[in-house]
């Protein structure tokens, strides 16, 4: 699978933004999808998870409550809305796709395929 991240950018500290990743191919409905972010100097981190159905979702602790993640098979499209967003959630947002695991993982390397990347950041 191929996926391809956009939906980043520049907002003041307290918007939202909603990030979107769209994946090729049919079989979107046999990954697990995953969000995670990695700014400078910092290792990747795990945002948010969410099962095939979509009917499971997984969050990392510094954004439960403000970001939600959710997924379109008809589209083939992964999202993440991000609300009360703060300048410490500046980074670059990868999407990622495992098609092995029965849920979301959140150690990066159990991830089989990453999009490119998307840049948020936020200003205080």
């Known amino acids: 699978v191929q996926l391809q991240a956009s939906g980043g950018g520049l907002v003041q500290a307290g918007g939202s933004l909603r990030l979107s990743c769209a994946a090729s191919?049919?079989?979107?409905?046999?990954?697990?999808m995953g969000w995670f972010r990695q700014a400078p100097g910092k290792e990747r981190e795990f945002v948010a998870g969410?099962?095939?159905?979509?009917?499971?979702?997984y969050y990392g602790d510094s954004v439960k409550g403000r970001f939600t993640i959710s997924r379109d098979g008809a589209k083939n499209t992964l999202y993440l809305q991000m609300n009360s967003l703060k300048p410490e959630d500046t980074a670059v947002y990868y999407c990622?796709?495992?098609?092995?695991?029965?849920?979301?993982?959140?150690?990066?390397?159990?991830?089989?395929?990453w999009g490119q990347g998307t840049q948020v950041t936020v200003s205080s």
């Open positions: 990622a796709a495992d098609p092995s695991r029965n849920y979301a993982s959140s150690w990066a390397y159990e991830y089989d395929y």
């Open positions: 969410i099962s095939r159905s979509g009917g499971s979702t």
């Open positions: 191919g049919r079989t979107f409905s046999r990954y697990i």
